[in-house]
Each structure stands twice: as C-alpha cells, then as structure tokens.
C-alpha cells in the first residue's frame, strides 16, 4: 500500500499522521489472512466505475468488469448520492449475479474527495474494507457514506 503511505507521509500534523498510519495498518494485517474478494464497481448505467479501484484493490478486493463474476457489487458514482442510487439500482441488477444472490449489493456515498483528503482517503478505505469483509471490520459509516442493498 505503498500510494497510501505516500498519502500519509504528506500530512503535517504528527498525530494525525501516526493515526491515519494506524488505521491503515490494521486494514493492511488483517486482509493478509483473507482471501480476496471479487469486485465489481458500477455507476448508474451498469458501467464500470474506475474511481474506487485502488481503494478496492487495497482493501482485498479482486477487480472484475463483469459483474456475474463479481461477489460484491458497489455501486458509485461521482457526485451522486445514496438516495439517488437507491431508485435505479432495483432495475439494474440480475438474479443471476453472485453478489445478488449472496446480497452482497452495496450503495457508495461519492468520495471522490478522498482524492485529495488523506483523512477521507482513509476513512474510505476502511468503508470499502467493511463492505468486502463484514464481521471482520466495523468503522461504524455504514448508513452516513455507504449502505447494504437488500433485495
């Protein structure tokens, strides 16, 4: 997780930075003894979504662009909302999908800010570790910038 380091290495404030680390830290030891998870990133048209790609390979995930490969769907999209998901993402989703048979669907707040936030570039990481591996995270952000879909 080197880009994250890198991230971190570029905040000023010292205890900010020793917590960021920290965060990181343990998202980084325990995805060491998972297996990746595979991932699928949509927007509101079914079309890949690029901008969580290095949040998701450095939380565990295994990018897949097709979402019948995929255990997880997230669905994001810059500038738009949970709610705004919540109405359309009912009409994209097959049966047939792994994730939607596991109902493993996730709805993303747009973080697109974390580009240049390391805080929220931090707290997003540990949103998308807590989507891949539930019961093995708990940040406590499920419901205020991401949310399970249930069918």
Same mark, same amino acid.
């Given at each position: 997780?080197?880009? %994250? #380091?890198?991230? =971190?290495?570029?905040?000023?404030? /010292?205890?900010?930075? !020793?917590?960021?680390?920290?965060? *990181?830290? +343990?998202?980084?030891?325990?995805?060491?003894?998972?297996?990746?998870?595979?991932?699928?990133?949509?927007?509101?048209?079914?079309?890949?979504?690029?901008? %969580? #790609?290095?949040? =998701?390979?450095?939380?565990?995930? /295994?990018?897949?662009? !097709?979402?019948?490969?995929?255990? *997880?769907? +997230?669905?994001?999209?810059?500038?738009?909302?949970?709610?705004?998901?919540?109405?359309?993402?009912?009409?994209?989703?097959?049966?047939?999908?792994?994730?939607?048979?596991?109902?493993?669907?996730?709805?993303?707040?747009?973080?697109?800010?974390?580009?240049?936030?390391?805080?929220?570039?931090?707290?997003?990481?540990?949103?998308?570790?807590?989507?891949?591996?539930?019961?093995?995270?708990?940040?406590?952000?499920?419901?205020?910038?991401?949310?399970?879909?249930?069918?």
């Amino acid at each position: 997780m080197s880009f %994250l #380091n890198a991230v =971190i290495n570029n905040v000023q404030d /010292e205890s900010l930075r !020793d917590d960021l680390q920290e965060r *990181v830290d +343990i998202v980084e030891h325990k995805i060491k003894f998972m297996d990746k998870v595979p991932v699928c990133c949509l927007d509101r048209e079914n079309v890949i979504s690029p901008v %969580l #790609n290095i949040l =998701i390979e450095a939380a565990g995930g /295994e990018l897949k662009f !097709d979402p019948a490969e995929a255990k *997880v769907l +997230i669905y994001h999209e810059t500038q738009v909302s949970m709610l705004d998901f919540m109405g359309a993402v009912p009409a994209l989703l097959e049966n047939e999908w792994p994730a939607v048979q596991y109902n493993r669907v996730y709805l993303m707040e747009d973080t697109s800010a974390f580009l240049s936030d390391p805080e929220s570039f931090v707290s997003s990481l540990e949103d998308v570790a807590e989507m891949l591996y539930p019961g093995f995270f708990v940040f406590g952000n499920e419901g205020k910038t991401w949310m399970s879909f249930g069918i």
